[in-house]
């Protein structure tokens, strides 16, 4: 198995970070998960709707998450954040152990405290959940240094 999935965590399906992301795997075979499509409930929600699952079972069969994000209000957009707040002892998420992120963000002008603060939420993401982190880089919304500094192996 070497499988990738790319996880777009903007509301906009046709926006900077699915650009970015699309361009980053454009000569590697993947799967595009357009994450404003599922319902998924914030931590503590009990909804019936909630589609949390569903990502699971396309999480499953890859070995390598790409993650994109649009930065929100100086750290990863609510989509993003809400995701990561449900692996929370959840044990489902226990099929992350072992897979590689990369993770990226990008923003108009993401400050150097918003870098900081991505860069030690993928790491500890990454540690918590036994993953392992092969890259993480917060850019702006042209995705330059994303482009030319990230590889997706
Ligand atoms: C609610 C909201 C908050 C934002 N906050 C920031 C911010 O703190 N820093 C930043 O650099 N850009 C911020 N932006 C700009 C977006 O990150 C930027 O437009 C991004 O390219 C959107 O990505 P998308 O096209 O994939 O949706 C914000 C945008 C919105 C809608």
Known sequence: ???TLFMNFSPNKNGNTNFIGEKLLK??????????DYKISQYGQ?????????????IKDVDTLVIGA?????????????FIDRLYMLDEAQIL???????????????KDTENSITYLATRLCYLMEMKLKGVVVDSSDGGKILNTMTVE
């Open 97 to 111: 152990k072992e897979k590689k992120l990369y993770l990226f963000a990008q923003g108009s002008a993401p400050s």
């Open 70 to 82: 649009p930065v929100y209000w100086y750290t990863v957009g609510g989509l993003l954040k809400t």
């Open 1 to 3: 198995m070497n499988k």
């Open 27 to 36: 000569n590697i075979d993947h799967e595009t998960l357009q994450m404003v």
């Open 46 to 58: 009990v909804f019936e709707d909630d589609q949390i699952s569903e990502v699971f079972k396309k």
